[in-house]
């Protein structure tokens, strides 16, 4: 028996088949907040749909600011071996050249997340032409020719932060034009300056603008004398360059005393010394000159002793934020002397096996603590930390974690629950007519073998109702 019709089911379908929305019944402006999220090579296909997806894909680009060579920014598969070539730069920069605010070429060839690249140096020049708002250019390892240089500075003005390895033929007048045509340069990195001259294009940097200089890899026989040379240029500009307050060294093979940097450092209130050489006969005398100084970094240098750590805290009075990285015979005596000589507000210490931390709840100033793989750190003295910032009523995040996955091959002891306990005790207590209010962050994956927790203390001005009850511990876990 064949089954019975339902009546008016047809005409239903009707009505439901002209009333459902669909993609093509899209505005402009659902169409724009689609598209916005697609990938470089995604919204490059949708414009051949129809009229109006080309006019919102075009119109998409506005927001399109940052261009780098990373295989999911163009849609490609991790695996997939493509090449970025003249035509396909030429494509895109056509649509948001004008858009574009940064640029940023990978540091790494062999990265295999990073796409390969086919690019002139005719091509290069095209794409300086093509951006005329870009205010930040990282050319990684990609070496350029003074040509492209040339035309860069011609092209454009409005550079903030640049990046350049000077294996490139980069030579000293090249620098020159550059930094004239760009006087709102803040921030400038020269990567393996071994073969070009930069002495004496320092003179020409933006007096009013220029705020950062990180100097890297410097090797070789010529080495000595070019940094001497480096920094007595910026000796005798430094009284001219306002807001020059940052001085970064990367992989510097020289004797800190031998530097001549001491001649300098009046004016630097940050420095970053990584993977330096910085033994010293006298740290203390040498450390003198850096009495404005705020905030160092330390990662992985040859003579980070307690002894030199001792002087930075005797000498740089001033300083508040201190991160040291890698610092293999750095232990509690040195961190011990900061904790007692400093007003720090920021700390971090990382793959600091040699440091248990006693001394850490010494810091009433501390506002910010971070340690990440420190495979000695006892949690006891990190829960006193959060107890003491309690007691003080000061604001205080503090971010404990291991990475123990296999990869790294480094075991840590597990997590004993002293800093929950800690942070359950705090967690709405009232206190010099501040409320305090903790909140907790568990992760633990099994695959990346991350395991962390961040308390966060959170001084408000007391608002409190007694109809109100208190503020519960939240605890977000993310297995």
Request: glycine residues 4%; hydrophobic residues 35%.
């Amino acid at each position: 028996m064949p089954p019975k019709k339902i009546k008016g089911a047809k005409k239903s379908l009707k009505v439901n088949s002209r009333t459902s929305p669909n993609v093509v019944s899209l505005n402009i402006d659902c169409l724009l907040m689609i598209f916005c999220h697609l990938t470089i090579s995604e919204r490059i296909k949708v414009e051949r749909v129809c009229k109006l997806w080309q006019e919102a894909g075009r119109s998409g680009w506005v927001g399109f600011q940052s261009l780098d060579f990373k295989k999911s920014l163009w849609g490609f598969a991790f695996n997939t071996k493509v090449t970025i070539t003249d035509k396909i730069i030429r494509t895109v920069l056509s649509r948001c050249g004008n858009y574009i605010r940064e640029v940023k070429f990978p540091q790494f060839s062999n990265d295999p997340e990073i796409l390969q690249l086919s690019i002139s140096q005719r091509c290069l020049g095209t794409m300086w032409e093509m951006c005329p708002n870009m205010r930040i250019l990282d050319l990684g390892f990609h070496r350029i020719r003074s040509s492209a240089l040339s035309i860069l500075a011609n092209c454009s003005s409005n550079l903030e932060d640049f990046k350049l390895d000077l294996h490139s033929n980069i030579s000293d007048d090249d620098l020159s034009t550059m930094f004239a045509s760009n006087k709102k340069l803040k921030i400038l990195h020269l990567f393996h300056n071994d073969s070009s001259n930069i002495c004496k294009c320092v003179k020409d940097l933006p007096r009013n603008s220029i705020e950062e200089i990180m100097i890297c890899n410097c090797h070789g026989t010529s080495t000595l004398e070019k940094i001497h040379g480096l920094f007595s240029s910026l000796l005798s500009v430094s009284p001219e360059l306002q807001k020059f307050r940052k001085l970064s060294i990367h992989n510097i093979t020289h004797n800190m005393s031998s530097w001549g940097l001491h001649s300098c450092a009046e004016g630097f209130n940050s420095v970053v010394l990584y993977s330096c050489t910085i033994l010293c006969d006298k740290p203390t005398s040498n450390l003198l000159a850096f009495e404005n100084l705020q905030e160092l970094t330390f990662y992985g240098n040859r003579g980070d002793t307690d002894e030199f750590l001792i002087a930075v805290s005797v000498t740089c009075t001033k300083l508040n934020k201190l991160f040291l990285q890698a610092c293999g015979s750095v232990t509690d005596r040195g961190l011990s002397a900061v904790a007692l000589n400093l007003n720090l507000t920021k700390l971090e210490i990382i793959d600091m096996d040699n440091v248990c931390g006693k001394d850490l709840p010494k810091m009433h100033t501390l506002q910010y603590f971070r340690s990440e793989n420190c495979r000695n750190l006892v949690e006891e003295y990190l829960a006193h930390m959060v107890l003491t910032a309690a007691t003080d009523s000061r604001t205080f995040q503090l971010i404990h974690s291991y990475n123990d996955s296999q990869l790294s091959n480094r075991s840590y002891p597990p997590f004993n629950g002293k800093l929950l306990q800690a942070a359950a005790q705090v967690n709405g207590n009232h206190q010099n007519g501040y409320t305090i209010t903790t909140q907790l962050c568990f992760q633990c994956r099994a695959k990346v073998g991350e395991r962390k927790i961040c308390i966060i203390l959170d001084k408000q001005q007391k608002i409190v109702h007694p109809s109100k009850p208190r503020p519960k511990l939240k605890m977000n876990t993310d297995c």
